[in-house]
């Protein structure tokens, strides 16, 4: 069984327990960073744009993390990036006892911890092969791809339910030791040294050549664009949860860790599930339906205040979500060339994260400006033209799930 990966391998069960850790305190600190500024502030614009500045450092570092994670040593990459957000946190969980925690500390903050974590997913993908038999590769990814499904899960439910005692300093201060738990996890493993080589071609130029390869292949090209955006219909409700529950259904922090859960629980199910009710369905059709379901999603939340629905409803979103990612990956999978998929998952990986700071900045200023329910319902309605956006590219109709990737889901 692959959870047997974790114990009976010594250095990748460290690995694996270091990430879980980390993601988890990450998770907590979140709980706490969102729920503190939403109560000092109650602005959708100022939440909307501190989430926003966690992904820039993806927008502008992004492109180089698997070039340095390719040259620098793992253990020395890892074990730095841990320890500089976990002095970070206690810096910020001081000044945070002395009450003179402001809302721009929290900008200052969420840049630099994204900007100094930017480079350890990568690494960890390079580590892996390093401290696990080439024919237990496959158990090791699917193992890797859990680790962030349950920590969504588990850290949002603990952070909710931890700030009913402690303070936003605590939660910092357990983010911080979740990091150097980590480090020390990192410090004790064992990793092979390893000699790869190097491609001399730069990284706008691979861009480039991905985004020519997309232009030629029309389906691809109308699936891309709409699956980006799908971005600015979708994020949104990162944003909007928090504003929902304190301000719509006056909810503590226990109810936003539900909430966020409820999202991830409903991830982790649909995935979990994905290829016994799926494969072999159209790929147009499972698309049109999801997405026409998330919108009835959406509009319900916007006409229905109600915790419980909205609760339910988000565990069904979730599982939309990750229902809608694994179908279209899928399908990039089955028709990207070969030697073109590196090119083509940057550019997709570019667009996407460009993409988010944008719409979340927007969520936040729309919920301020004309109201969460209108938000949300701008979100369903945005969610149903994409809807028959889908339905009219032709060839998607052509394609099935029959070869859906083994892969950890989403």
């Given at each position: 069984m692959?959870?047997?990966l974790?114990?009976k391998?010594?250095?990748?069960?460290?690995l694996?327990l270091?990430?879980?850790?980390?993601?988890?305190?990450?998770?907590?600190f979140?709980?706490?960073m969102?729920w503190?500024l939403?109560n000092?502030?109650?602005?959708?614009?100022?939440?909307?744009l501190?989430?926003?500045?966690s992904?820039?450092?993806?927008v502008i570092?992004?492109?180089?993390?698997g070039?340095l994670a390719?040259?620098?040593?793992?253990?020395r990459?890892?074990?730095?990036?841990d320890l500089i957000?976990a002095?970070?946190l206690?810096?910020?969980a001081?000044i945070?006892h002395q009450?003179?925690l402001e809302v721009w500390h929290l900008f200052?903050?969420t840049?630099?911890?994204?900007?100094?974590?930017i480079?350890?997913s990568p690494?960890?993908?390079t580590?892996?092969p390093?401290?696990?038999?080439?024919?237990?590769i496959?158990?090791?990814m699917?193992l890797h791809?859990?680790?962030?499904?349950?920590?969504?899960?588990?850290?949002?439910t603990a952070g909710?339910?931890?700030m009913?005692?402690f303070?936003?300093?605590?939660?910092?201060?357990?983010?911080?030791?979740?990091?150097?738990?980590s480090?020390i996890c990192i410090?004790?493993?064992?990793i092979?040294?390893?000699s790869?080589?190097?491609t001399?071609e730069?990284?706008f130029s691979?861009l480039?050549?991905?985004?020519?390869y997309v232009r030629?292949?029309?389906?691809?090209f109308?699936?891309l664009?709409g699956?980006?955006l799908?971005?600015?219909f979708?994020?949104?409700i990162?944003?909007?949860?928090?504003?929902?529950?304190?301000?719509v259904?006056?909810?503590?922090?226990?109810e936003?860790?539900?909430?966020e859960?409820?999202?991830?629980l409903g991830?982790?199910?649909a995935?979990l599930?994905?290829?016994?009710?799926?494969?072999?369905?159209?790929l147009s059709?499972?698309?049109?339906r999801?997405l026409?379901?998330?919108g009835f999603?959406?509009?319900?939340?916007?006409?229905?205040p109600?915790?419980?629905?909205?609760?339910g409803?988000?565990?069904c979103?979730?599982?939309?979500?990750?229902?809608?990612n694994?179908?279209i990956l899928t399908?990039?999978?089955?028709?990207v060339?070969?030697?073109m998929?590196?090119?083509?998952?940057?550019?997709?990986?570019t667009i996407?994260?460009a993409?988010?700071?944008?719409?979340?900045?927007l969520?936040g200023?729309?919920a301020d400006?004309?109201?969460v329910?209108e938000t949300l319902?701008i979100?369903?309605i945005?969610t149903?033209?994409?809807?028959?956006r889908f339905?009219?590219?032709?060839?998607?109709?052509t394609l099935?799930?029959?070869?859906?990737p083994?892969?950890?889901?989403g």
């Amino acid at each position: 069984m692959a959870l047997s990966l974790i114990y009976k391998n010594h250095n990748f069960g460290l690995l694996w327990l270091a990430q879980f850790v980390s993601f988890v305190g990450d998770g907590v600190f979140q709980i706490g960073m969102v729920w503190w500024l939403v109560n000092k502030t109650h602005s959708g614009t100022l939440l909307g744009l501190i989430m926003s500045v966690s992904f820039i450092p993806a927008v502008i570092l992004g492109p180089f993390a698997g070039t340095l994670a390719d040259r620098a040593p793992p253990k020395r990459l890892l074990i730095s990036s841990d320890l500089i957000r976990a002095a970070l946190l206690l810096l910020f969980a001081w000044i945070s006892h002395q009450d003179k925690l402001e809302v721009w500390h929290l900008f200052v903050l969420t840049g630099l911890l994204s900007a100094s974590g930017i480079f350890y997913s990568p690494t960890t993908l390079t580590v892996i092969p390093r401290v696990v038999t080439p024919e237990r590769i496959d158990e090791a990814m699917a193992l890797h791809a859990i680790i962030r499904d349950l920590s969504k899960l588990l850290g949002p439910t603990a952070g909710g339910a931890l700030m009913i005692w402690f303070s936003v300093a605590d939660v910092f201060m357990i983010d911080a030791f979740s990091f150097l738990f980590s480090a020390i996890c990192i410090l004790i493993m064992r990793i092979e040294k390893h000699s790869c080589s190097q491609t001399q071609e730069g990284i706008f130029s691979q861009l480039m050549e991905g985004f020519a390869y997309v232009r030629k292949e029309t389906i691809l090209f109308d699936v891309l664009i709409g699956f980006s955006l799908l971005n600015l219909f979708a994020v949104p409700i990162l944003v909007l949860i928090p504003i929902m529950i304190a301000d719509v259904f006056h909810r503590g922090s226990v109810e936003l860790g539900m909430c966020e859960g409820a999202l991830s629980l409903g991830s982790v199910l649909a995935g979990l599930g994905f290829d016994y009710f799926f494969k072999g369905v159209p790929l147009s059709r499972l698309l049109v339906r999801t997405l026409g379901f998330s919108g009835f999603l959406f509009l319900g939340f916007a006409i229905i205040p109600n915790f419980y629905v909205f609760l339910g409803g988000l565990l069904c979103l979730g599982g939309c979500f990750i229902t809608v990612n694994v179908g279209i990956l899928t399908l990039f999978q089955q028709v990207v060339a070969p030697e073109m998929k590196g090119r083509f998952f940057s550019l997709v990986e570019t667009i996407s994260s460009a993409l988010f700071p944008i719409t979340l900045a927007l969520a936040g200023f729309s919920a301020d400006k004309i109201g969460v329910a209108e938000t949300l319902a701008i979100c369903g309605i945005g969610t149903f033209i994409l809807t028959f956006r889908f339905a009219k590219i032709k060839g998607l109709s052509t394609l099935d799930l029959s070869k859906t990737p083994k892969s950890g889901g989403g």
